[in-house]
């Protein structure tokens, strides 16, 4: 069988869970059910935990650079990994 990538193994974990978490340059990005699924990032090792936006953030997919996610409104959003340049796609 062959290896999966780093980016392959990150599409695939991202779908068998719901697209409701997905990993990037050393961060877990995720949504905080007990905050409104708001979006977060974490390190693995659970430091450097931070709130990126206090939007409603569902059906997380990472690309180079960005972290999309649909609102739940008819609405996608993007946002710079570090938590900037929040935009409307």
């Known amino acids: 069988m062959e290896k999966l990538?780093?980016?392959?193994?990150?599409?695939?974990?991202?779908?068998?869970?719901?697209?409701?978490?997905?990993y990037n340059n050393g961060y877990i990005?995720?949504?905080?059910?007990?905050?409104?699924y708001a979006l977060?990032?974490?390190?693995?090792?659970?430091?450097?935990?931070?709130?990126?936006t206090d939007h409603v953030a569902r059906y997380l997919w990472t690309v180079?650079?960005?972290?999309?996610?649909?609102?739940g409104g008819n609405e996608i959003l993007r946002i710079k990994l570090d938590g900037t340049g929040l935009e409307q796609v």
């Open 5 to 22: 990538t780093t980016r392959e193994e990150d599409y695939l974990g991202n779908v068998v869970n719901g697209l409701s978490v997905s």
């Open 40 to 52: 977060y990032r974490v390190k693995p090792d659970g430091s450097d935990n931070t709130k990126l």
């Open 29 to 36: 990005y995720y949504r905080k059910l007990s905050d409104n």
């Open 64 to 71: 180079p650079g960005w972290i999309y996610f649909d609102t």
